[in-house]
């Protein structure tokens, strides 16, 4: 009795370091290992009714981020532990690996338009003039069948064996975290800002990390440097020590592997900055966008937990060709959805519109109908994103953008305003079926009444609290600021006479239209924060601001100590602080009480 029970135990100890053999070899699943136990012990074999799916394999598609994140690291913490983590993802080359097998081998499809020069127009998604239908939208670009046949080709295999093929071998989020990490459980659940930097974006972005922080917002910051070439020491422990913000430099083997593979840079970077982001709910910020408020609150919000990917909009009719829609296996239906304000001019008003199913693709705007993007278009200088729920978004994405300046981005915008990224978030979603929310207020054009011109000039656009917005459409806050002309670069204020008028001291509120809404001077907020930064005359021989209404110092706040764009252009800078930035900024408080004009707030 004794030698059997002996043997029994001798028996188990031997299958069982077998077992353990196989699974550290990842030969055997844990069901398998479960089941030679099971048999040794002359039992049933274990039910397969609660096996686990292999990591990244069942990504959950739930809106909510928290069920979302939950469900993730339920089905995938048990097989991480037991399968070894992907090096590749610690490094992020999985991401990349073979991404030439998806190459578009046909000439680039940039500006071949089938009329020279004759891009799709750019007109405003509110238009009533023009008809912007299928056949107009397939005849701008120039696409011919070969190239469509290897866009349809490359962008199925893509998303049906590749993005399959990566949350296989172990990618479970954006990044290169899985939930065998000791941090994940930091990673998940976690909230921040990122901007990209690098040069002269460094100093952009620098003024947006100290709006962030005047505004109230408490959660980390990223600043993203493509290369270690764009670090510089001082300035990254500077706005660590003082703002919270790391920079995160990007590795610079692989940053030069993709240049010379894939030619990244400038809007490929917002892809890298995401992917190598230490955060899985981001808020993007350009470097020139400034929120208003503190809009922490975005990330705990119903619409957020709802979508998990928010855009805002852009001011655009859209112009994507109808191929793309082939192109990505989306089915458009002529089954019109929306009215456009085309069609209510050719109806002579709205009491006057037909039932929309007695329109066609021939005599409406393409883009109304089931299956086709929204207009208007989007607008990418900002977007949240949760970088784990929208794992197949931002995989599909990323294709999109290595392959974008020849394939994706002409097809998405046909040389129309603002060709670029701003349209692979959406589309990347939409070809998914993933939820996605753009903010269902347009901008509000912000700028002055220019006395040189007697015309209104805008200069920066006005956006929009997403939740306000799904619910009214009048009391809505203005929450961000995108600076886009000028940009707060001080030869580009001065040369342009961008705060003073050329032939006269006359001094210039840019953005006047916006002090009611958001309830505080936003010229002289931006101003102070330039001016004390840039000029290293605005402080007295002790060090200190000459304004008695701050309480700065020159070896703090100065960034010509910690830029070195700023120190390089510092001879400068003095002159145009002595006779721009410095005057601009007191005139800015002595009118600050001032009223705005009613010219002001009209585009």
């Known amino acids: 009795m004794i030698s059997k029970h002996r043997l029994r135990l001798f028996l188990l100890i031997v299958v069982a370091l077998v077992g353990l053999h196989f699974l550290t070899t990842n030969n055997f699943s844990n069901q398998d290992l479960q089941r030679i136990l099971d048999e040794s012990l002359n039992k049933k074999p274990a039910s397969n009714n609660h096996k686990q799916p292999s990591p990244g394999k069942d990504i959950p598609q739930t809106p909510n981020q928290q069920d979302s994140s939950k469900q993730q690291s339920d089905s995938t913490k048990a097989n991480s532990k037991l399968k070894p983590k992907n090096p590749k993802i610690d490094d992020y080359t999985i991401f990349f690996e073979d991404l030439e097998r998806y190459q578009i081998n046909q000439p680039s499809i940039k500006d071949r338009y089938k009329e020279k020069d004759q891009k799709a127009k750019e007109l405003f998604s509110t238009s009533d003039s023009f008809l912007f239908n299928k056949e107009y939208l397939e005849n701008v670009l120039d696409i011919s069948e070969k190239t469509f046949d290897e866009m349809k080709a490359s962008h199925t295999m893509y998303v049906n064996e590749r993005i399959p093929q990566l949350l296989n071998e172990g990618v479970v989020t954006f990044g290169k975290m899985v939930p065998s990490d000791p941090d994940w459980n930091i990673y998940e659940g976690s909230s921040g800002y990122v901007l990209v930097g690098g040069g002269r974006y460094s100093w952009l972005s620098y003024l947006v990390i100290k709006q962030l922080r005047a505004t109230g917002a408490q959660l980390p910051i990223e600043l993203f440097l493509a290369t270690e070439d764009d670090y510089e020491k001082n300035f990254c422990e500077h706005i660590l020590r003082t703002y919270n913000a790391r920079c995160n430099v990007f590795d610079k083997n692989l940053a030069q592997d993709l240049l010379t593979r894939f030619n990244i840079g400038g809007y490929q970077y917002k892809m890298l900055a995401l992917l190598s982001s230490r955060f899985e709910n981001v808020l993007y910020l350009d470097s020139d966008n400034f929120p208003t408020k503190n809009v922490d609150y975005l990330f705990t919000s119903d619409l957020y937990k709802k979508n998990n990917l928010i855009l805002w909009p852009d001011a655009w009719a859209r112009t994507t060709n109808p191929m793309y829609y082939d192109i990505a296996g989306v089915e458009v239906r002529e089954n019109k959805l929306r009215y456009s304000a085309y069609d209510i001019k050719q109806a002579g008003g709205k009491e006057n519109l037909r039932p929309m199913s007695e329109y066609t693709f021939e005599n409406s705007w393409f883009h109304d109908f089931d299956g086709t993007l929204p207009d208007p278009t989007s607008e ?67 700028g002055y009444h220019s006395k040189a011109t007697n015309s209104f000039k805008s200069k920066a656009l006005a956006h929009y609290d997403p939740v306000q917005a799904s619910t009214d459409s009048k009391n809505v806050d203005v929450i961000f600021m995108h600076l886009s002309y000028p940009k707060f670069y001080p030869n580009w204020l001065v040369d342009n006479h961008d705060l003073i008028y050329e032939n006269s001291d006359e001094h210039i509120r840019m953005y006047a239209g916006v002090k009611e809404n958001v309830g505080y001077d936003f010229d002289l907020r931006v101003l102070q924060f330039f001016t004390e930064s840039i000029c290293p005359n605005y402080y007295g021989s002790n060090g200190k601001a000459i304004d008695e209404d701050v309480s700065l110092t020159k070896d703090t706040t100065y960034m010509g100590e910690y830029l070195q764009y700023i120190k390089d252009e510092e001879q400068n800078n003095i002159k145009r602080c002595e006779e721009v930035f410095i005057p601009h900024l007191k005139w800015l408080k002595e009118t600050k009480d001032a009223k705005e004009s009613k010219d002001d707030t009209k585009a």
């Open 380 to 446: 990418t200088g900002m977007f949240m994103v949760n970088k784990t729920s929208h794992l197949k978004t931002l995989l599909l994405c990323l294709y999109y953008n290595v392959f974008g300046p020849n394939y994706y981005y002409p097809i998405l915008t046909q040389g129309s305003a603002g060709e670029g990224d701003k349209e692979t978030f959406i589309a990347a979603a939409h070809a998914l079926n993933e939820p996605w929310h753009q903010t269902l207020k347009q901008f509000q054009w912000t």
